[in-house]
């Protein structure tokens, strides 16, 4: 079983910076899809940044695209997303997930639905 935890979250000025990690356990990853998400009060959960396990490859949701960077670190088997220039808008639990069926990075992981296991969230406040 996939065990995700999550930390890093926090309370941070507006044009600040945050690094969230993601520890996985549970099983050997190979080449699964690994992403990140957030809620906002009030808001759907939506798709952050992605990225292949095997390869590296990533891809981000527009909104944050060039404040955002998601990394892996094999060995340590943790998932990061570097958060800079942080807006009041990031505010929201931030989860990371796994699609264990993904071969390659694809629009569809972009999509909640694909993804089999998630952590239990971390907490971003960005104050203006």
């Known amino acids: 079983q996939v065990q995700l935890v999550e930390s890093g979250g926090g309370l941070v000025q507006a044009g600040g910076s945050l690094r969230l990690s993601c520890a996985a356990s549970g099983r050997t990853f190979n080449n699964e899809i690994m992403g990140w998400f957030r809620r906002a009060p009030g808001k759907e959960r939506e798709f952050v940044a992605a990225?292949?396990?095997?390869?590296?490859?990533?891809y981000y949701a527009d909104v944050v695209k060039g404040r955002f960077t998601v990394s892996r670190d094999k060995a340590e088997i943790t998932l990061y997303l570097q958060m800079n220039m942080l807006k009041p808008e990031d505010t929201a639990v931030y989860y990371c997930?796994?699609?264990?069926?993904?071969?390659?990075?694809?629009?569809?992981?972009?999509?909640?639905?694909?993804?089999?296991?998630w952590g239990q969230g971390t907490q971003v406040t960005v104050s203006s």
């Open positions: 990225i292949d396990w095997r390869f590296g490859d990533s």
């Open positions: 997930a796994v699609d264990q069926k993904a071969k390659f990075l694809t629009s569809r992981s972009g999509l909640e639905a694909e993804y089999d296991y």
